[in-house]
């Protein structure tokens, strides 16, 4: 690829944030102490702030997004049994095969619906208690929907899935990476969400713009066995509180701006949706799906060709390419995006 002559406006994904001056100094200034004794301060202020935003008892710093959804469903599905989710969810698609190798979890799903569950459906997956069966203990739901494109499951539909996930004794996991989008673009209080499942996971280092970390968060009994997990897969940290500092310093100055990446996200929508590549119904949050197929562009040569004129997607199927808003895109940025992809659309 050649360099391109201005700084490309890099919108392959919202983990490329790089932490700002005031994130920085929030790190070099944290109080620290060594976190498997118990003993850093800022790691524990977070902990209790995120688990006081879901709603829960606890909550656990991990490293990765990865490795808080394999504590979640590892807390709450022993090994031969199963766990159930989207086929495109995050969790069976991009964790190499951790729920099997590391939990002995066996992982059935259900085909993808855009990002949208039936309740019907996933509840008549589940299978009974029985020696020689696979008992359903946990369902995963991903919020919002990352292959999807961003998508946020409505309230009512998650209330229904708990309730009867409830009555069928089968617990549930959110795959909360962007639940923070989800509540921005909502309303939707963090804690009602959070309240629906019994485990959580959530990522700093996504839209809120932290260099490093996710949370998962339970109840005080679940976080116990978690942490144990957590040292079982040498996910546990010693002076992380300059890690943690990042994540209390993106709660309080980057959340609320979600909104924006958000406002930004339904530009380039519309935009997309001018030259017949997107339809801006399906963007809810900061993720943008283009659809090449009627330009004729293949996806990798279309990112390519993008990336010479200083914009940078991700090829994200044979003729999708995904666009995602985040703090180091600003409106310029979304507008010089806009020119060279409605350009390259229309060649
Ligand atoms: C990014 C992401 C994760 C995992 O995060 P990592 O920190 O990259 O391990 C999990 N689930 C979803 C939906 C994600 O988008």
Redesign the pocket.
Known sequence: MTTPSTPAVDLRSD?LTRPTAGMRRAMVEAEVGDDMYGEDPTVAALQARVAGLLGHEAALFV???????QIGVQVLVPAGQELICDAE???VT??SGAAAAFGGISTRTWQGRGGQLDVDEIMAMVRPEGYYTVPTRAIAV?Q????AGGTVIDIEVLRRLRAAAEQAGVAMHC?G??LWNAHVATGVPLAEYGRLFETV?V?L??GLGAPVG?LVVASAGRIEAARRVRQRMGGAMRQSGILAAAGLYALDNHLDRLAVDHARAARLAEAMAAVGACDPQRVATNIVPVDLGPSGWLAPRFAAAAAELGVRVSAFGPTTVRLVTHLDVDDDGVETAIGVLTGLLSR
């Open positions: 983990t490293p990765s997004g990865t490795m808080g959804n969810a995050h969790l991009y964790e991903e919002t929907g990352n292959r795959d990476a962007r996971s990522c280092s996504k996710s």
